[in-house]
C-alpha cells in the first residue's frame, strides 16, 4: 500500500495490488458513536444522504441494488458479512446496463469491507476495496475518498463537498499514487 499526505493534504487513501488486482483503503475518524456510524453505513435511508440509493436486504446473506446518482451507476450485491457494530463485508458487481451507459471497465466484482473502531467519543472508520481495475485505480481512490468525505459531511450536518471540483483534486493526488504501484 502507498500513501502520500504532503503538508496541508488530506489523503484519506492508500493504493496497493493484491491477486493482481487493485486494492484502495480509505480511513478517517468521525465525530459520533460506533453505534451511529453502523447506523450511518447500513440504514438505507441514511445511506441515501450521503452515498447513495440502497434497496434490499442489507443482513447477511442478504441481496441488494445501489445506485450512484453522481456516476450514474447501478450495481448489484450481496452481504457476506455483517458483524454490528463493527464489520461489513459485501461485494458488489455494476450493472451490465450500468456499464454500457459509461466509458469505465467492463463490468467486475469488488469487495467492500467497513471496519469500525471506537476511539473514545469518536469513530475510525477503515473501508477497503478489492478487486479493482488497476488502470483505473486513482478513479477509484478519488470515488472513496469522497465517499468518506460525504460522510463526514453528512454526519456534521453540512453540505457535502463539490463533488466535480474535489474530483479533479483527488485524481490527480491519487494518479500519482498509482504511478507508484503500476
Excluded at 459485501?90 to 451507459?101: K, L
Excluded at 463490468?107 to 477497503?128: K, M, R, S
Excluded at 456534521?156 to 499514487?177: C, D, K, M, N, P
Amino acid at each position: 500500500m502507498t500513501s502520500n499526505a504532503g503538508p496541508g493534504s488530506r489523503v484519506l487513501g492508500r493504493l496497493g495490488v493484491a491477486d493482481g488486482t487493485g486494492v484502495v483503503r480509505v480511513e478517517d475518524r468521525y465525530d459520533t458513536d460506533i453505534d451511529d456510524l453502523w447506523s450511518s453505513i447500513t440504514d438505507p435511508e441514511r445511506l441515501a444522504r450521503w452515498y447513495g440509493k440502497v434497496e434490499g436486504d442489507l443482513r447477511l446473506g442478504g441481496a441488494f441494488t445501489l445506485y450512484l446518482e453522481s456516476a450514474d451507476l447501478n450495481s448489484i450485491g450481496r452481504v457476506d458479512t455483517c458483524e454490528p457494530p463493527r464489520r461489513l463485508r459485501i461485494t458488489t458487481r455494476e450493472s451490465d446496463e450500468s456499464a454500457r451507459r459509461g466509458n469505465g471497465p467492463p463490468p467486475f466484482e469488488q469487495t467492500v469491507e467497513a471496519t469500525l473502531t471506537a476511539a473514545g467519543p469518536q469513530t475510525v472508520l477503515t473501508i477497503e476495496i478489492r478487486g479493482l481495475p488497476l488502470d483505473k485505480i486513482e478513479y477509484f481512490g478519488a470515488g472513496w475518498q469522497i465517499h468518506a468525505e460525504n460522510l463526514a459531511a453528512y454526519l456534521a450536518h453540512q453540505e457535502s463537498t463539490e463533488t466535480e471540483s474535489r474530483w479533479s483534486e483527488l485524481v490527480t493526488t491519487y494518479r500519482q499514487l498509482a504511478s507508484t504501484i503500476r
